[in-house]
Each structure stands twice: as C-alpha cells, then as structure tokens.
C-alpha cells in the first residue's frame, strides 16, 4: 500500500547531510570522532544502488546540530526518492541522482556537537526528527529548527518510528475533522501511517473502521479499530453508503466515485463527509498527482461531501506531541522488524517490496533499547 509522495524539504536553512565534509566551523562544538560508515547511492534505482562508505564526518553550521544517530525508521518516501520515482520528483529531489545521498528522513540521536547560533539544544540532549535524509549513517547534521527533545521514557526506537509516518496521519485527522463521535474509515491502515491514524482517530473518541490486509486485522484491533475488514475480501464500495464522516484514504487505489459515495451528504445543518487523500497509484510520470487533480473536478459535485488531498510537511511542534502521545502510552510505534546499519540494504529492499505492517527501524547503536 501506498503512502504519501514526499514533499520536497520545506524547512527553512535545511542543509542535507554532506559527503565529504565541509570545510570545519570554527563556531561549532567540535567532535573526536572524525570518520563514520554510511550508506550512500550516487544515482536513482533500486536497493542495489545503496552502498556502505567510510566518511568523513560532518559539521554543523551556524544553526546546526551534529547528531549521533541511535536509530533511524524508514518510510516509502525513502524508496520513492532511492528510485526516483515518479519522474515528478527529481525536479525537486535530483535530476540525475539524488541531491541528499544516503536515505533515512527519520531520526532519533544524541547532540554531539552545535552551530554558533542555536541556542534551543545543547551537547547531550537526546533529539528526534524528521530530516531531509541522512539518517543511515553514524552522524548526521540537521537544523536545529526541525528537531525536538525526546522524552526519557520514550525509547530511540519507537521515537525514530514517529516523525514523517505519524505527522502525515496527523495531519490526516486534522484535515478531516476527526473528533468524538464520528465514523471514520482508514484505508490502508496496517502501514506506517495507517496504524498511527487509527490509533489517534481512536484517542479523540472516534469510531473506527479499518480496511487492512488479512494478517493485520487482529493488530488494528488492538490499536483502536472497531470493526476491521480483509481488502482482499472487501471492497471499499462494498461498505454501507452514506456512513462516513471522515475516510482516510492512505491505500491509495479505490475509486473515488465509490469513496465519496461511503460519506454521509451534508445538509443545510450539517456539513457532508470529508474524504482525505494522502496518496495514491498512479503513472510513471505524476504519481499520485494526477489522482489528486481529479479529486478536484469532482469534488464540486459532491452534495457537500468533501474532497481534499494532504500535502503533508514536517511540523517539527506535531512531532513533539506525538512524542509525548507515545510518552504516555495513548500511542504507540508498530514495529515490525529492525535491522543493524551493516544490513540497511536489506531493510530498504523490505520497505521496497511494499505491505510493510508498522514501521522498519535500522538501528545504528546496536545496544539501544526500545
């Protein structure tokens, strides 16, 4: 199943992880460490194309922070962007081969080291993030802006699970209105994103249905969902029509017709279903977005039921309360395997492969906790 196309780095001063290193800041808290090993690919394909180096270092600029990174999850966004796929991409991410070399968006680490002007971390802190990639190597620099402190009782493992997949379920709840009370359908709801959505539709009272492969149902369950249904038993048009109030679409593949059809109509005293888009099959060229400019034309039509795709961005504030969800167990990362950062080939080609439940993580620092 799929999930959201990632959107090119929105985060002002973002600097990608460099290979080589530049040259030294002279303002930067310095580390002994000088060499790290990482993955790195020099153009698009797939997990073949990813290959281990040993490398320098990098150092933060002004408003950096290095960080020893303690796990780092990864998402369909990093094949998507390993790939280069749709072509639609690379006009933001590399024409030719990909700008940032070595994957991994989500991380969680320790601050080893600091830029002249930050001033919101500091040596020692324990950090998590969403990055615009680097995450499988040893160290990565990032901006300070788009990392947040990961609470003590909040292991690295379950904390690097949370960023990019548990923002854009987030942000998915936030666009649809999810509140107590309403139904709401997740498609696609034993990934990455899925178990998250289910799990906050749930904790702001919701009643949720599922659509999830036959395998996870039991886990959905678990995570909030009152009734779970096998796609490859049932259709989503198959389901009652008129009873939603909101459908989070993360699959990506029913039709829309038959999915604004399941969405209760508005009236002169209520507003109709939303349906959320957060991606979708579709060509080699576009991806999901040509799926997502024919939502557009259809949704005038919709006797006040509405349509909107999610552009989903990092928000380091979102990923700080996701932390503190998880902190306090009203949430929690699904995760279905990790891998040591000498095997993250072999993770990158399970997250390739698709139907992945949960999360992958690949652990950097072997003895970490969960």
Same mark, same amino acid.
């Given at each position: 199943?799929?999930?959201?196309?990632?959107?090119?780095?929105?985060?002002?001063?973002?600097?990608?992880?460099?290979?080589?290193?530049?040259?030294?800041?002279?303002?930067?808290?310095?580390?002994?460490?000088?060499?790290?090993?990482?993955?790195?690919?020099?153009?698009?394909? @797939?997990? %073949?194309? &990813?290959?281990? *180096?040993? =490398?320098?270092? #990098?150092?933060?600029?002004?408003?950096? !922070?290095?960080?020893? +990174?303690?796990?780092?999850?990864?998402?369909?966004?990093?094949?998507?962007?390993?790939?280069?796929?749709?072509?639609?991409?690379?006009?933001?991410?590399?024409?030719?081969?990909?700008?940032?070399?070595?994957? @991994?968006? %989500?991380? &969680?680490?320790? *601050?080893? =080291?600091?830029? #002249?002007?930050?001033?919101?971390?500091? !040596?020692?802190?324990? +950090?998590?993030?969403?990055?615009?990639?680097?995450?499988?190597?040893?160290?990565?620099?990032?901006?300070?802006?788009?990392?947040?402190?990961?609470?003590?009782?909040?292991?690295?493992?379950?904390?690097?699970?949370?960023?990019?997949?548990?923002?854009?379920?987030?942000?998915?709840?936030?666009?649809?209105?999810?509140?107590?009370?309403?139904?709401?359908?997740?498609?696609?709801?034993?990934?990455?994103?899925?178990?998250?959505?289910?799990?906050?539709?749930?904790?702001?009272?919701?009643?949720?249905?599922?659509?999830?492969?036959?395998?996870?149902?039991?886990?959905?369950?678990?995570?909030?969902?009152?009734?779970?249904?096998?796609?490859?038993?049932?259709?989503?048009?198959?389901?009652?029509?008129?009873?939603?109030?909101?459908?989070?679409?993360?699959?990506?593949?029913?039709?829309?017709?038959?999915?604004?059809?399941?969405?209760?109509?508005?009236?002169?005293?209520?507003?109709?279903?939303?349906?959320?888009?957060?991606?979708?099959?579709?060509?080699?060229?576009?991806?999901?977005?040509?799926?997502?400019?024919?939502?557009?034309?259809?949704?005038?039509?919709?006797?006040?039921?509405?349509?909107?795709?999610?552009?989903?961005?990092?928000?380091?504030?979102?990923?700080?309360?996701?932390?503190?969800?998880?902190?306090?167990?009203?949430?929690?990362?699904?995760?279905?395997?990790?891998?040591?950062?000498?095997?993250?080939?072999?993770?990158?080609?399970?997250?390739?492969?698709?139907?992945?439940?949960?999360?992958?993580?690949?652990?950097?620092?072997?003895?970490?906790?969960?």
């Amino acid at each position: 199943m799929s999930t959201r196309i990632p959107a090119p780095d929105q985060t002002p001063n973002a600097t990608p992880n460099a290979i080589p290193s530049p040259t030294p800041n002279a303002g930067a808290t310095p580390t002994r460490t000088r060499t790290m090993d990482a993955w790195i690919q020099n153009h698009y394909g @797939g997990p %073949d194309t &990813a290959h281990v *180096v040993r =490398a320098d270092v #990098p150092n933060p600029g002004h408003d950096e !922070v290095l960080v020893r +990174v303690r796990a780092t999850s990864l998402n369909a966004a990093d094949t998507h962007i390993m790939r280069g796929d749709p072509l639609l991409l690379r006009l933001f991410f590399g024409i030719r081969r990909p700008k940032e070399r070595t994957r @991994g968006r %989500d991380v &969680a680490g320790t *601050v080893t =080291a600091i830029g #002249p002007d930050v001033v919101e971390l500091a !040596v020692g802190d324990e +950090v998590l993030g969403e990055l615009a990639g680097g995450g499988l190597a040893e160290y990565v620099k990032a901006p300070a802006s788009r990392l947040v402190r990961r609470p003590a009782n909040l292991g690295p493992i379950a904390a690097a699970a949370l960023p990019l997949a548990g923002g854009t379920a987030w942000q998915a709840i936030e666009s649809g209105g999810v509140a107590e009370g309403r139904r709401v359908l997740v498609i696609g709801a034993s990934g990455g994103v899925g178990t998250f959505a289910v799990q906050l539709a749930a904790h702001r009272g919701a009643e949720v249905w599922a659509l999830c492969g036959a395998r996870s149902r039991g886990l959905v369950e678990q995570l909030g969902a009152s009734r779970t249904f096998d796609y490859t038993q049932t259709d989503a048009s198959a389901l009652p029509p008129a009873s939603f109030d909101v459908i989070i679409d993360i699959a990506g593949t029913a039709p829309l017709r038959a999915l604004r059809s399941l969405l209760r109509p508005g009236s002169r005293k209520q507003r109709g279903g939303t349906l959320v888009l957060v991606s979708g099959e579709g060509g080699r060229v576009l991806g999901p977005i040509g799926r997502m400019l024919r939502a557009a034309l259809l949704a005038p039509s919709g006797r006040g039921r509405r349509i909107r795709p999610l552009a989903a961005v990092t928000k380091p504030d979102v990923t700080s309360r996701l932390a503190a969800l998880a902190a306090d167990g009203s949430i929690r990362s699904v995760i279905e395997r990790t891998w040591p950062l000498g095997e993250a080939r072999e993770a990158l080609a399970h997250v390739d492969a698709g139907h992945t439940v949960g999360k992958v993580v690949v652990l950097i620092t072997p003895e970490d906790p969960t």
